[in-house]
């Protein structure tokens, strides 16, 4: 019945689309695709999860983005210089960059972007009235809105307070996006449904829980190498259809143009347990898998100074080092995400990232007697007189937590699993009132940094994101030192040091770095690849 309901909306929302398109442009080039998880916002300031990141990506330009690289790499800024001791940065933009148009502009038509237009993009972030979610990205770095300076309309300037290495690639993240203060005044929090950018789709329709459509930017800057003007596309369209095994049966129809992952409801039935299509699917569409910027682990609370810690097993060192031992993840990847994921025996900095260097780091592989040794040395052989452990988890990752919990079973480790709504979880995740619980952490922007925060001292929670109450002087230092290596080797070095201290006291139980998965139509080309699966869509082509 869930699935016939969901093939019935698509339909109802196919046709509603049709209704509203002109007639003369029905004919031209669509891109469709679902967004299974919904959209909260186009605000780029509250660009905080999947879907908003993708959109945003089509709707909005920064000052620098990354390439298929993951380098840094001009944008609106067309070059830049920094100062010798690492806290100014000057940036020269390109005069050929224009908002979109909207009837907030001066005859409805959009005006050229400034420098003072990074300075209140800047500044808004920052904004407490505002209360971005990516506040973080310059509250600890600028004194204030000040720190931004518009020198004149194509030099604009970032003074930081102390040096910040990954700072370009820092600025590649969507919630630096520039925005037209003008509009977004008008519209205030409803700007968010009201999105105006310099990106190379516009905004054009959204009906919550049932559609989104953006159309080509007809006055985009950028242009392919034979000096074409991009995107290709004429539009974007994506639905809000829920059902899993729905949204695939309009992908084999080819109603829908792209898939960004493949779910466990219908991953048997597409891959072998190998990772390879199966003969019923075969060259029937195009899966391209890759590196992704994706850790999924197991975050244990290790600050003893938490209530909940002081009587839990697992502020035994010896216990989280058992634990880590105890589960396979070969079999694991193997059998559950059928090969398309890699075992998380390397750190916890994903493979994929700038500087990974799985032999650089001493992770945990597969070991049950090493696990059942210190589990012993711990003072409870086989588990014996050891309390349960509850592990916390939510209703996508059940099977996953479910297999961490027979693998631990094996040694004697009992666990209880709890199965609590996302939101919720993660509500309480932040709030340090959970000792054992599954987490994901995807990267913000290309640089190890990003996933070494979460265990900075200063980052604990409610300041920051070290959900684990992690704390290590050695490991802090390293941290701020390496935020003042310009050389990029050195600082990965600095990195690795880092990762294997985190390893050694075992805050976290890496399962495994996710890949991308993205599926596409053969008649779709020049979708660009990259391990942050950003979905870039302007030099798609649909033939």
Known sequence: MNKLTGYIFFICVTLFISCHTDQSTSHKTTFNLNLDEGLTSLDPAFCRNKNTILMDNQLYNGLVQIDDSLKAIPCIAKNWEVSADGKTYTFHLRDDVYFQDDVHFKNGIGRKVNAADFAYSFGRLIDPKVASSGSWIFSDKVQSKNSFIALNDSTFRIVLKQPFAPFLSMLTAPYCSVVPKEVVEFYGKDFRSHPVGTGPFRFKYWKEGEVVVLVKNEKYWEKDDKGKRLPYLDAVRGYFIGDKQTVFMEFIKKDLDFLNDIDGSYRDDILTKSGHITKKYKDKFILNTGPYLSTLYLGILVDT???IVKNSPLKILKIRQAINYAIDKEKMVKYLRNSLATPGSAGFIPAGMPGYNKDGVK?????????????????????????SIVLNTTVAYRGLIEF???ELDKIGIKTSVEI??????????????????????IADYPDAENYLSIFYSKNKVPFGPNYTGFNNKLFDALFEKADQVKDDEQRYTLYRQMDNIIMQQSPVVVLYYEKRINLYQNNISGYSVNAQNLMTLKKVIKH
């Open 363 to 387: 992770g945990y592989s597969y070991n049950p007697e090493k696990a059942r040794q210190l589990l012993a040395e711990a003072g409870y052989p086989d588990g014996e007189n050891l309390p």
């Open 420 to 441: 609590t709504q996302g939101g919720s979880l993660r509500e309480l995740i932040a709030k340090n009132s959970v000792n054992f619980f599954y987490g994901v952490w």
């Open 305 to 307: 100074n938490i209530a």
């Open 404 to 406: 961490v919990q027979r």
